[in-house]
């Protein structure tokens, strides 16, 4: 049996796709918490998609971008009260 994305629910295929953003966006956070601003609000965003995503059949990928987005949000705190006391 092959698989054909065209043959998914639009809906199942938004969701897959919330999903895959979660991740990416939680990626690009990690690498963004060198400025706290900037990755913690890609973080909020990742978590966002994230649960959008949970919707889907593929709840791994979501939960991965919600755990890593969370990683992020928390080493953006962490570096911008760093920040704030170095000051």
């Not at 092959?2 to 199942?12: F, K, R, T, V």
């Not at 890593?68 to 009260?81: D, K, N, P, R």
Request: with cysteine; hydrophobic share 55%; charged share 15%.
């Amino acid at each position: 049996m092959d698989y054909d994305p065209s043959n998914l629910d639009p809906d199942e295929r938004m969701n897959k796709f919330f999903a895959l953003i979660s991740v990416a966006l939680a990626f690009i956070s990690l690498l963004a918490d060198l400025i706290p601003i900037c990755g913690g609000g890609m973080s909020l965003a990742a978590i966002g998609f994230g649960l959008l995503g949970m919707r889907s059949e593929n709840r791994g990928l979501a939960k991965t971008g919600i755990g890593l987005s969370i990683l992020s949000l928390v080493l953006a705190i962490v570096y911008g009260i760093f920040l704030v006391v170095q000051k």
